[in-house]
């Protein structure tokens, strides 16, 4: 199925839609699982043993809805719509598992936004508190009153060591 579809994209050209190509080609590789009980795809054959009829194979090619008996017919008719369905389902309930996720994850969006608020007031908050603002002031001026490779600063880093030991 991906080589066919990868076949399909790169011949878009002449196709026209290659979406719906691909949605054809993927419904009749499904199929088969009509009568299994595993969902994947199936490659079907058709062995012919011997020349067929021009009506024969329009039969083979519609999956038996050209065919006289009305009763087959129905029930091809039904399989087929059981089988497109089964498809309409599987897109619902993608649809819906990634609308579900879109919504969740734009609300963890939002959550996010309001954490982020909330830390930009904090911070504010803190940049304006007189410990922030005297910090910063003394940093500013320490490189001044302590130069960096002088006497001062060296017996100033051995104070603080001595502080922080104790």
Request: proline fraction near 4%; glycine fraction near 2%; charged fraction near 30%.
């Amino acid at each position: 199925y991906p080589i066919k579809k990868k076949a399909l994209l790169n011949y878009s050209y002449s196709l026209g839609n290659s979406y719906i190509w691909i949605k054809r080609t993927e419904a009749f590789m499904r199929y088969p699982t009509i009568y299994t009980v595993e969902d994947r795809l199936y490659e079907a054959f058709l062995v012919i043993d011997q020349p067929m009829t021009l009506n024969e194979i329009l039969n083979f090619l519609s999956y038996g809805v050209l065919c006289d008996d009305p009763h087959n017919q129905l029930l091809k008719k039904i399989e087929s719509a059981q089988m497109l369905i089964g498809l309409l389902n599987q897109e619902r309930d993608i649809r819906l598992s990634l609308e579900d996720s879109l919504k969740s994850s734009q609300e963890e969006l939002e959550m996010l936004k309001v954490h982020l608020k909330n830390y930009e007031e904090e911070l504010q908050k803190f940049k304006s508190s007189l410990f922030f603002k005297m910090y910063d002031a003394y940093h500013r001026i320490k490189p001044k009153i302590f130069p960096e490779g002088s006497l001062r600063e060296r017996i100033y880093r051995k104070l603080v060591n001595i502080v922080k030991s104790v």
